[in-house]
């Protein structure tokens, strides 16, 4: 089939790609000549595992071509995906401007029957705009249907998750319309839900909602563990048995960040309550999220005291492991608090360095390694749990340090392990290991 995929963000970029190796041509389109010319010449705005070498391979091929020309993507296409971004406003809402200025660009474009699928993140009712976007933008009338078609996929396992998606939802005016997706779709095999556009739209923030609010409910009973001496390693294990619930998204830790869950959370509560309904769940779930940073900055404040004197090695800044994705990432808001008060911050991450440096506080020195920033540091705080970091040589580590504390904000480590290396160690929901 001949796609064209518009915005090559995660979203767009990886679907692309995968939609070229399942054998279909498609055009990406971006209105970025930047990040065009970039492609074209086989480099990648983002870091995630597999990408490069999958858009190489297509795009020698021939199956994959990257333009910044809407209106040629438009036209050498049957299906237009719409994968441009959906950032928050300042009030939580969900800003579509890009959203529409694509949809007028289809509009204008449009020479014959087109089907245009929306894949971005949009709330509720988005389906019908973009609808009365198109018909009003055509110079003169020509058919076409609307899908949603929202995207599931997780930043660092992207590719995976595209080729193996747990279900596909493709929201569609009609059972014929829904065919065309079917069909694009029916080479991965896997299971798909055919529904219409308002459940399609509204199942994506459901899903994101509900991840969210599993990942707050754990931190708030952490919470409580941290009071009554519990171990909330232990409480998940025995929570997760209950197959109703399952193991799966439910670390504690310094809460939930990254491009979607914060801002789908705080979108489908003003939609909520533009429909006239308080999703007062859903505000709670927010509020645990942003009291992460705040609690783990008190826990290192009350173990060491005072931080204007201190030299605090920091190892991870990406919000999540995999990515150099620094999106709503918790290390902003750990380090800033840090900073505030006074302390020398010297930092490490394997790929987000780069992006790190235009969100943290000047001032924080970047290290080539977990061993420099730990050099002299009064203590050492975990925000993202890369795997190189389970397998540092600790003992190399501490005697690196000018004291050997650690505060894991991802529970990466096993508290007797570091009680044997020597450690006082702080962690997320489990008592401290503090010195004998
Ligand atoms: C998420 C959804 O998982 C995905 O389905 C959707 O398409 C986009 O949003 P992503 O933002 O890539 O994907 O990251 P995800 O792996 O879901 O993690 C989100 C945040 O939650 C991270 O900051 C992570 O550290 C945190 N998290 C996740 C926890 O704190 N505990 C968990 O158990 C799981």
Known sequence: MNICVVGTGYVGLVTGAVFADLGNDVICVDKDREKIEGLNRGRMPIYEPGLEEMVARNAADGRLAFTTSLAEGVRKSEIIFIAVGTPPKPNGETDLSAVEEV???????????????????????????????????????????????????????????????????????????????????????????????????????????????????????????????????????GLGLDPRIGTTFLQAG???????????????????????????????????????????VEGMRKALGPLDDKVIAI?????????????????????????????????????????????LPP????????????????????????????FLNLERLRSLMRRPVIFDGRNLYEPERMRRVGFEYHSVGRKPILPA
């Open 103 to 237: 949809a007028r660009g289809i509009a204008r474009a449009m020479d014959r029957y087109k089907v245009i699928v929306n894949k971005s993140t949009v709330p509720v009712g988005t389906g019908d705009l973009v609808r009365e976007i198109i018909v009003r933008n055509q110079p003169a009338p020509v058919e076409f249907d609307v899908v949603s078609n929202p995207e599931f996929l997780r930043e660092g396992s992207a590719i995976e998750d595209t080729l193996r998606p747990d279900r596909i939802v493709i929201g569609a005016p009609s059972q014929q319309v829904a065919m065309t997706l079917l069909e694009l779709y029916a080479q991965l095999g896997r299971p798909m839900i055919i529904t219409d556009i308002p459940s399609a739209e509204m199942i994506k923030y459901a899903s994101n909602a509900f991840l969210a609010a599993k990942v707050s409910f754990i931190n708030a009973i952490a919470n409580i563990c941290e009071l009554a001496g519990a171990d909330v390693t232990q409480v998940i294990k």
């Open 254 to 296: 310094l809460g939930f960040g990254g491009a979607c869950l914060p801002k789908d959370v705080e979108s489908l509560v003003q939609t909520a309550a533009t429909l006239g309904y308080d999703f007062k769940l859903l505000r709670n779930v927010a509020e645990i999220n942003r009291e992460r940073a705040y609690h783990f």
């Open 315 to 359: 190892l991870g800044l990406a919000f999540k492991p995999n990515t150099d994705d620094m999106r709503e990432a918790k290390s902003v808001e750990v380090v800033t608090l840090l900073h505030e008060a006074g302390a020398t911050i010297k930092a490490y991450d394997p790929v987000a360095t780069e992006n790190a440096r235009k969100l």
């Open 363 to 390: 001032g924080v020195t970047y290290c080539a390694s977990p061993y420099e920033a730990a050099e002299k540091a009064d203590a050492l705080a975990l925000l993202t749990e890369w795997n190189e970091f389970k």
